[in-house]
């Protein structure tokens, strides 16, 4: 230190070396304070996770011992054969003979009705209370659990347990049937329960696992120096400590860190000298960084463009000077769907190409990012038709898929514009009215450009207030379900329904879907509706015996959540799985087809069925067709409707037919309005009709006796 005193003194004015001093002195004792607090907190959140994962590995040794014992438990032959009388050669064959000798579990009980032990695997010389000496008093509390429980849905319950100098997991569950093919035992039933040792090989798994020290469990006191947590029986009284040397990884970093610090803080002290040295040096610098900095707080930092604060301060200066503007505001078509299928990056990317693509296009123009997917493009003083021209010439820079990485992707561009002579409009006024046009480029089918005109003004006020009031319904929860009848080719019968959303407005009645839908997939309420659509169906056509269709917008089936989601909506309603059909459109096939292969695997492995909807609209139903496990085709209307009066249709329609059962795939023929269309399907071998020849759609009641036929 002495020495850096030194070098200070030489290159720095004495008025500046003992504050300079003090303040480096504060710094690194700052510096020194902030590293020890940190790594103490880094010490504590290791050991925090630690303790999470080793309480987390013990619950789910329990769960996992509750999940053996549930198959057996809850079984129509369990309850024939040991639930009122009792079988030990089918108890030794059939229940033993896996979860003791291949499952290793040490102890299997089998309780009367009075909680006397018929059965010990262990022990053929058993007492009424073997059971009970060998497991403990958390077992016998637990017998009192299950014995509490309601009979439905097979009582349960697990934890663990102190027998002898060893803790054991088990669990005890009421013997039932699974189906009502066999009633169940009246009075108490008897209880079925399992029970392993907690032994040093299950702790040597969770020190290799999880990556823990010295994991062992401690019957009396704690060891001092080690980390522990309680095991606790079913009454929340400790029966044992789990203890473990944690990693401590805050203290080593310490121990490497100090030194190293130290050093730097040598070098500091003698190099803060020529900091004031160059002080003239870093005004420049900081000059240089507020230029960077207004730079970016004008500026999109992704596309390089101004961003909307900009384009506000550029139509203020064209407004007050009075000067004629034409503004184009659009929305990149497509553009969500495709950062949802082919990631971030990809839509960072894709951001970038479109930016270069206006410049090109727009030439000499005013580009701003406005947000998100949104661009504009502000002309000062054009001439007549300069507008429109510029709208066609981005229409045309975007007609070409963008080449983002390996993949092609193909996106549009919905431009509405407004133009003034004198700009009269504020900037807030002007930005609204060219977003005004642009939403109804968006209404007219997007990927075109429209001009403002205060007529649009009603139209777009009542489409947000539609979109409100469904954002409302969709809280709400007032979407319903209406349902098609789905028929038997051959005998006529109702076997599925089609779930349709349906949304009656409070004010303007019913809203057609082709009105209602666009406007949740822009506003994002499109997966709410697909969910809502998703659990009223399963609850309400469960108890007709009906399959069920139900559609997925592309939405639903990028989003992540979908897997969870349809596994709680089958779990919450207890519908069959096998009797629920999702369908999908040829589109989702169109873009990363490999993954979309994975999505429909992992839907698939719930037990559900696959469709491909509206086959033979899309461009590569064929050549996917191998790479997809679907279960059914279902052909679109627009095949069926010309089959009176084109007979080569009919041709068209049995090759489908036949490349369907090549792979094997059930086929649906969807649209049928006239019994010669149903007739023809049926001889081509179409196994399901749809269409409004077997009725149009009707709420779920309408489905619990009715029988159509073809």
């Known amino acids: 230190m002495a020495v850096a005193v030194r070098l200070l003194r030489v290159s720095v004015p004495r008025q500046y070396l003992w504050p300079l001093l003090s303040l480096l002195s504060v710094c690194f004792g700052f510096i020194f304070l902030l590293i020890f607090l940190s790594t103490r907190a880094q010490d504590a959140q290791q050991l925090e996770r630690e303790r999470q994962a080793l309480g987390g590995a013990f619950a789910t040794a329990s769960a996992m011992v509750q999940h053996d014992l549930q198959d057996y438990a809850k079984w129509d032959d369990a309850v024939r054969h040991i639930g ?230 550029r139509l203020g200066e064209l407004v007050a000077a009075r000067q004629g503007l034409a503004l184009l505001f659009l929305d990149l078509d497509g553009f969500k769907d495709a950062n949802d299928v082919y990631g971030h990056s990809a839509g960072d990317l894709l951001l970038k190409e479109a930016a270069g693509r206006l410049k090109a296009a727009a030439g000499e123009a005013f580009i701003a990012r406005a947000g998100g997917d949104e661009f504009a493009v502000l002309l000062g003083s054009p001439s007549p038709g300069v507008a429109a021209a510029t709208c066609e010439a981005i229409l045309e820079a975007f007609s070409t898929p963008f080449k983002v990485g390996a993949y092609s992707i193909a996106i549009g561009a919905s431009i509405g514009y407004f133009e003034s002579d004198t700009s009269c409009d504020s900037a807030e006024e002007l930005i609204r009215k060219a977003d005004v046009a642009m939403y109804a480029a968006k209404d007219a089918g997007r990927n075109c450009a429209r001009v403002y005109h205060p007529s649009l003004d009603e139209g777009h006020e009542r489409r947000q207030r539609l979109e409100q009031d469904l954002k409302r319904a969709v809280e709400d929860e007032e979407i319903y379900v209406c349902y098609q009848p789905i028929v038997d080719a051959q005998s006529g019968e109702v076997v599925a329904v089609e779930a349709l959303a349906r949304w009656s407005h409070p004010v303007h009645g019913d809203v057609p879907p082709d009105v209602f839908i666009p406007i949740a997939e822009i506003s994002g309420l499109i997966n709410a509706i697909g969910r809502q659509v998703l659990l009223h169906a399963c609850r309400e056509i469960r108890e007709t015996g009906l399959d069920l269709a139900v559609n997925l917008s592309p939405a639903q089936f990028w989003d992540g959540n979908l897997y969870d989601e349809v596994q709680q909506v089958l779990e919450r309603t207890r519908f069959p799985p096998e009797r629920l059909e999702l369908e999908i459109t040829e589109s989702l096939l169109l873009r990363r087809p490999q993954v979309a292969a994975a999505v429909i695997d992992r839907l698939r492995s719930l037990g559900i069925r696959m469709a491909l909807d509206d086959f033979g609209t899309g461009f590569a139903s064929i050549a996917y067709l191998q790479q997809l496990t679907i279960d059914r085709l279902k052909i679109d209307r627009s095949f069926l409707a010309p089959l009176e009066s084109e007979p080569d249709m009919r041709e068209v329609l049995v090759s489908i037919v036949g490349l369907a059962k090549a792979y094997h795939l059930e086929v649906c023929a969807e649209g049928i309005e006239t019994p010669g269309q149903a007739q023809l399907a049926r001889l081509a071998g179409c196994g399901r009709l749809q269409g409004w020849l077997f009725g149009r759609p009707q709420a779920a009641s309408a489905f619990q006796t009715v029988v159509l036929r073809a």
């Open 84 to 313: 009122s009388s009792f079988d030990a050669a089918w108890m030794d064959d059939n229940v033993v003979a896996y979860l003791g000798r291949t499952q290793g579990y040490s102890d299997i009980f089998v309780l009367g009705a009075d909680d006397r032990t018929l059965y010990s695997f262990k022990d053929r010389k058993i007492a009424a209370n073997t059971a009970h000496l060998r497991l403990g008093a958390n077992f016998v509390r637990s017998i009192a659990e299950v014995r509490r429980l309601p009979s439905e849905g097979s009582p349960i319950v697990s934890g663990f347990t102190r027998s002898g100098n060893q803790v054991m997991v088990y669990a005890t569950a009421a013997v039932v049937p699974l189906t009502g093919k066999i009633a169940a035992p009246r009075g108490p039933t008897r209880l079925l329960v399992i029970a392993r040792h907690v032994d040093e090989a299950f702790l040597a798994d969770l020190t290799r696992e999880l990556n823990v020290h010295d994991v062992r469990l401690t019957l009396g006191n704690r060891t001092a120096g080690m980390d522990a947590i309680a095991i606790k029986g079913r009454s929340g009284e400790r029966i044992a400590w789990l203890e473990w040397r944690s990693h401590h990884p805050g203290a080593s970093l310490r121990q490497h860190l100090v030194p190293a610090i130290l050093a730097v803080g040598f070098v500091a002290f003698v190099a803060a000298g020529l900091i004031l040295r160059r002080g003239g040096q870093s005004i420049e610098a900081l000059r240089a960084s507020e230029l960077i900095a207004r730079h970016l707080s004008d500026h999109d930092t992704l596309t390089e463009l101004p961003n909307r604060r900009a384009l506000g301060e």
